[in-house]
């Protein structure tokens, strides 16, 4: 049980494109779904917290018109990274979460932005 | 600001031997957790810890935690050479809404 995919996996886009990520909690109902960005070598940074039907959260830092999050069910969040430079390739990770339980993580996407 | 240090950041060891990660963080936090990264993997959840002088086992790792000292350790006993990894601890405040901030990670290498 509380398996989370993301898709895609991977993705290579050309900078000034826009690019959507999906992370689905495939067993359960996720009240809360957070993403997180990775850097090669680095630790995990938080990057926003999403509750279903509500406005997303950001961490201090992170831009909100950039990154665009939608947790428009219960089972799905979405991160749009609009108009990606090179600078936003990443590993980005989702997890999420039911209350106050436990986050469980998805597989992660690796973003490459030529 | 939460803060949570890890140490050390990077460990090389071989085969057999015994070590400890340590990982320290700033303030009162109401769970502790341990992950290992394997490369190009997302996170795989080892250990949760919930009060004071809990500990946990798994295999050839142990987790404690010292919520008094602030201090979590993760503890290695005879080294294999699938250990290798990246491990982070992470903390988690609920008061925050659950958010968890990570340790900088320990990438451990066990040289056969």
């Known amino acids: 049980g509380a398996v989370v995919s993301q898709h895609p996996s991977r993705v290579i886009c050309k900078s000034g494109t826009s690019v959507k990520i999906e992370c689905r909690s495939l067993?359960?109902?996720?009240?809360?779904m957070f993403w997180y960005r990775q850097f090669p070598k680095q630790s995990l940074m938080l990057m926003a917290t999403?509750?279903?039907?509500?406005?997303?959260?950001?961490e201090q830092g992170v831009e909100k018109d950039k990154f665009l999050i939608n947790h428009a069910s219960l089972t799905l969040s979405t991160l749009t990274v609009t108009s990606a430079h090179p600078e936003d390739s990443s590993f980005y990770i989702c997890?999420?979460?039911?209350?106050?339980?436990?986050?469980?993580f998805g597989p992660g996407t690796r973003l490459t932005v030529l | 600001e939460l803060k949570v240090e890890q140490n050390p950041l990077f460990l090389s060891m071989q085969e057999g031997k015994n070590y400890t990660i340590y990982c320290n963080y700033s303030?009162?936090?109401?769970?502790l957790y341990w992950y290992r990264q394997d490369p190009g993997k997302s996170l795989e959840s080892l250990f949760v810890?919930?009060?004071?002088?809990a500990v946990k086992q798994e295999g050839r790792l142990m987790a404690s935690l010292d919520t008094k000292a602030r201090l979590s350790t993760l503890h290695i006993t005879a080294a294999v050479h699938d250990l290798s990894a990246t491990y982070f601890c992470?903390?988690?405040?609920?008061?925050?809404?659950?958010?968890?901030?990570f340790g900088a990670g320990t990438i451990l290498r066990v040289k056969s």
């Open positions: 303030t009162t936090s109401d769970r």
């Open positions: 992470a903390v988690e405040i609920m008061e925050y809404g659950n958010k968890l901030v």
């Open positions: 067993d359960f109902q996720a009240t809360t």
């Open positions: 999403s509750n279903e039907g509500s406005k997303a959260t950001y």
């Open positions: 810890l919930l009060s004071n002088g």
């Open positions: 997890s999420a979460s039911i209350g106050a339980d436990t986050q469980y």
